[in-house]
């Protein structure tokens, strides 16, 4: 979609994880065995048209950069648009890191350069899978200044979250933290579309008043000067945040409605994708590999040389040695 671009907010993001956040971030957490925390925001980004995607980091990084590299898994290994990794900036004095309205300050020139209208924030602990352009959508009939996702809470939830105060007519009155005292089942999932411009003034006002983050000083303070409105999200929403929620999130990946609505549920892209193959040039035929190259991809056919796929599991690395070993037997 080129109307909107995409933001994953790190910067200080809840994270009660304990020893599962040791060595990363949370948005590097596994999940799902073979997937990241990350993976489920940028697929729907990515699903949703999005060609225009940064991840604004905080800390504990590295293995984050590592899952990334490129973006070529999600298709954003691009000249025009792509994924843009970009560290967090420090105090200059006490060399700490300040809130995300500081960090897209410091990186404001992406903003500028981007040629989308509207921006699209999201978190990368919340696990759905949801389309962005009925968001946009909504947005737009609104006529809102900022858009809210929220989803209706379970009895049992155990992460951390924000609960809004919603009316009839889809406006938010109120956001609280978890720890307040407001009484709702609506909970945000920190997922905010709003016009550039809008984002870029709301950077300035606050940090020429001394304040930092975009939820508490940004949108909380000035809730009864914008238009905040809310959309429904009406499917599976997991936030994943804390030891309890990521063990119960997990197990509920075993339920069939729930791993096929993640998994397997429609994309907006599919049509777009077919497209976009069908209208791509063809390529040239691959030229035909030297000696050296045959003779290393018969051996690797007759497994007589070890070939670990970049990427892959550790299981299949090890079937691989196994396989490699029992072939030296055989000789």
Known sequence: MKRMMGIVNLVNEPDDLEEL??????????????????DFILSNMV?????????FT???????MDHLGSGKEWDLDRKQGGLFLLPAVTHEMSGMSR?????????????????EEFVVIARSHVVCSIDFNDLLNEHLDKNADITVVYAKSAEDECSSFRRLAVKEDGQITVIEDHTGRLRTDNISLEMYVMSKGLLLDMVESCLAQGYD?????????????????????????GIVNTVQSYYKHSMQLLHPS???????SPKPSDLYENQRRAARPLR????RPQRADRQRLRRRREGREQH???GRQYSQGRVCEEQHHFAKLRD
């Not at 699903?47 to 991840?55: A, L, M, T």
């Open 21 to 38: 956040t040791y060595t990363r971030c949370i948005a590097s957490v596994p999940f799902g065995s073979r997937y990241r925390l990350i």
């Open 47 to 55: 699903n949703s048209r999005i060609e225009n995607v940064s991840v």
């Open 58 to 64: 905080q800390h504990k990084y590295r293995s984050l």
């Open 99 to 115: 809130g995300d309205l500081f960090q897209f300050y410091n990186h404001r020139d992406y903003l500028y350069r981007g040629r």
């Open 213 to 237: 983050d975009l939820v508490r000083d940004g949108i909380m303070k000035n809730i009864g000067k914008l238009g905040v409105y809310g959309y429904l999200h009406r499917g599976y929403a």
């Open 258 to 264: 729930i791993w096929r609505e993640l998994f397997f």
């Open 284 to 287: 040239r035929k691959r030229p």
């Open 308 to 310: 670990i796929v970049p």
